[in-house]
T-cell receptor, first 117, second 110 residues
Framework: GAVVSQHPSWVICKSGTSVKIECRSLDFQATTMFWYRQFPKQSLMLMAT?????????EQGVEKDKFLINHASLTLSTLTVTSAHPEDSSFYIC?????????????FGAGSRLTVL | DAKTTQPPSMDCAEGRAANLPCNHSTISGNEYVYWYRQIHSQGPQYIIH???NNETNEMASLIITEDRKSSTLILPHATLRDTAVYYCIVPVTGANNLFFGTGTRLTVIP
């Protein structure tokens, strides 16, 4: 079946540094990928929709200059958390839609846990 | 997304059927019901979706009421590995993305 791979699965960084998270569709092409964030004991919150070859669409309240999204190919989207601070510590999850399935059948990555010290 | 209401938590004995309800009274005629689950510290996993007919796959069955205002996800023989948060989602027609509510935390008890 369709697989979405995220890397790294966990990362610890110092406050003020930038962290890049990669999301790859391994055996299918994804023109659209979605980035979610999940704080402890909370549900997933959609951050942005990543579109191959064009700018990402951010949800209200998500700072586009802080969470940089690049979708340069049909199999790779990256999320860069710039100048990370402790409040950015969270579980970041990407997903992609597999063609030929239902319109909202998404395959999710395993997530990337970010801890900012 | 159309609003959905799910109980916050449920328990189920291992080997028994788990029946997870979802209310979506404001659903429109052409909106589907999707179910996902999230096992602790993992990404969500698609389970099943349906419009108005009952659906079954290798993971679960989905029963949608005739008026489409509610549905039930059935795990026929729950195992410990089915312990997870289950999300019922009704995306807006044509919407390109999914919004997750709070879901139902199912605990399968040995």
């Amino acid at each position: 079946g369709a697989v979405v791979s995220q890397h790294p699965s966990w990362v610890i960084c110092k406050s003020g540094t930038s962290v890049k998270i990669e999301c790859r569709s391994l055996d299918f092409q994804a023109t659209t990928m979605f980035w979610y964030r999940q704080f402890p004991k909370q549900s997933l919150m959609l951050m942005a929709t990543s579109n191959e070859g064009s700018k990402a669409t951010y949800e209200q309240g998500v700072e586009k200059d802080k969470f940089l999204i690049n979708h340069a190919s049909l199999t790779l989207s990256t999320l860069t958390v710039t100048s990370a601070h402790p409040e950015d510590s969270s579980f970041y999850i990407c997903s992609a839609r597999v063609g030929g399935t239902g319109a909202n059948v998404l395959t999710f990555g395993a997530g990337s846990r970010l801890t900012v010290l | 997304d159309a609003k959905t209401t799910q109980p916050p938590s449920m328990d189920c004995a291992e080997g028994r059927a788990a029946n997870l309800p979802c209310n979506h009274s404001t659903i429109s005629g052409n909106e589907y019901v999707y179910w996902y689950r999230q096992i602790h510290s993992q990404g969500p996993q698609y389970i099943i979706h349906g419009l108005k007919n009952n659906e079954t796959n290798e993971m679960a069955s989905l029963i949608i009421t005739e008026d489409r205002k509610s549905s039930t996800l059935i795990l026929p023989h729950a195992t410990l590995r089915d312990t997870a948060v289950y999300y019922c989602i009704v995306p807006v027609t044509g919407a390109n993305n999914l919004f997750f509510g709070t879901g139902t935390r199912l605990t399968v008890i040995p």
